[in-house]
């Protein structure tokens, strides 16, 4: 018997820079190739047991067993673009994507100086 999760970590594997680099796309003599972070995960289990009371016991459930599962996910997040016109290529970010990151980095790094401060201060 094959392992599930390995089977698909090899089928995601063959989709690689495809996932993060979206086709090229002409726009008004310029070129648009539209970047994105893309993070996939995946688990299975499969597993036997058996067991059985102490003498004068009694046991809920069956003795012995047997079970398997799995389960898998993903997300990408659009970070921007490289767009290319008159020879010269730059990167334009997706400013939303980078404001919904850049709230909490915020507020961590500053609930983190703060208590650097007050620690210092003692």
């Known amino acids: ?16 820079v495809k996932s993060v680099y979206g086709d090229p796309v002409d726009m008004g003599g310029s070129t648009v190739v539209p970047v ?4 996939y995960g995946f688990g299975a289990g499969e597993g036997e047991g ?9 046991t809920t459930g ?5 079970g398997s599962g799995g ?7 659009p ?11 730059r ?5 939303i994507s980078l404001i919904i990151v850049a709230v909490p980095l915020i507020s961590v790094t500053g609930k983190a100086l703060s208590m650097i401060i007050k620690a210092l201060k003692r």
């Open 62 to 66: 069956k003795v012995g067993g047997s």
């Open 71 to 77: 389960g898998g996910g993903g997300y990408s997040w």
């Open 91 to 95: 990167f334009e970010p997706n400013v």
């Open 50 to 58: 058996t067991g059985d009371g102490a003498a004068g016991e009694s």
């Open 79 to 89: 970070v921007g673009a490289y767009v290319s016109d008159g020879g010269t290529v």
């Open 1 to 16: 018997m094959t392992n599930p999760a390995l089977e698909l970590a090899d089928r995601f594997r063959s989709i690689g």
């Open 36 to 39: 994105a972070v893309t993070v």
